[in-house]
Nanobody, 125 residues
Framework: QVQLVESGGDSVQAGGSLRLSCSASRYSISTHCMGWFRQAPGKEREGVAVINLLGDTIHTDSVKGRFTISRDNAKNSLYLQMNSLKPDDTATYYC???????????????????WGQGTHVTVSS
């Protein structure tokens, strides 16, 4: 059974940085489309960033220039470096994986089959 486990969530001041990590079991992060998503209270889950087999990435407009998705194939881990954090970034962040290698230029959560349990990020002003 595929297992994705996120870590790194915390409470930070606006302008601060965090690095989220996602480790995988019984699943290869390097050969699948992987993504980071977030869900704030009372809001729908939204795509933050995705990375495909080739290392191509897409970041949603609201985080461009501040967040970066990456992976370490040797560690079978996915990361989200978050800089210049804003209160609007407060949410539960989820790691997710698709069944295939490519992301189809999409950040839609419904395209992702495997999900972690989430890690909380709180940004205070």
């Amino acid at each position: 059974q595929v297992q994705l486990v996120e870590s790194g969530g915390d409470s930070v001041q606006a302008g601060g940085s965090l690095r989220l990590s996602c480790s995988a079991s019984r699943y290869s992060i390097s050969t699948h489309c992987m993504g980071w998503f977030r869900q704030a209270p009372g809001k729908e889950r939204e795509g933050v960033a995705v990375i495909n087999l080739l290392g191509d990435t897409i970041h949603t407009d609201s985080v461009k220039g501040r967040f970066t998705i990456s992976r370490d194939n040797a560690k079978n881990s996915l990361y989200l470096q978050m800089n210049s954090l804003k209160p609007d970034d407060t949410a539960t962040y989820y790691c997710a994986g698709r069944s295939g290698a490519y992301c189809d230029n999409s950040l839609l959560p419904s395209n992702f089959a495997y999900w972690g349990q989430g890690t909380h990020v709180t940004v205070s002003s």
